[in-house]
Nanobody
Framework: QVQLVETGGGLVQAGGSLRLSCAVS????????IGWFRQGPGKEREIVGA????????YYGDYVKGRSTISRDNAKNTAFLEMDSLKPEDTAIYYC????????????????????WGQGIQVTVSS
């Protein structure tokens, strides 16, 4: 069973930055694309971005594009989400998820493409 564990959340001031990690265990990390999603208070879960396996191409949701970077370290079985210029509206529970599908710009946003999910981690951005 593949397990994902997010770390690095907490309270951040507006204008600051965050770095979340997603540690994956239970299978060969290289086989999986990793996606990041978030769910703000009273909102539906939405895509932040994703990184493919193999060629490690990154895709981003429109509202974080330009201030987010998703990366992965296959030697450490870990993926990362870095965001800067944080705003109070970035407050959310952030989830990482793993996919065996070949993600493309048209499908990386779809939750059904991801078979395994972490438990989520809270990020609160104070104004």
């Amino acid at each position: 069973q593949v397990q994902l564990v997010e770390t690095g959340g907490g309270l951040v001031q507006a204008g600051g930055s965050l770095r979340l990690s997603c540690a994956v265990s239970g299978d060969t990390f290289d086989y999986y694309a990793i996606g990041w999603f978030r769910q703000g208070p009273g909102k539906e879960r939405e895509i932040v971005g994703a990184i493919t396996s193999g060629d490690q191409v990154s895709y981003y949701g429109d509202y974080v594009k330009g201030r987010s970077t998703i990366s992965r370290d296959n030697a450490k079985n870990t993926a990362f989400l870095e965001m800067d210029s944080l705003k109070p509206e970035d407050t959310a529970i952030y989830y990482c998820a793993a996919s065996r599908f070949r993600l493309t710009p048209t499908i990386f946003t779809l939750e059904k493409m991801y078979e395994y999910w972490g438990q989520g981690i809270q990020v609160t951005v104070s104004s």
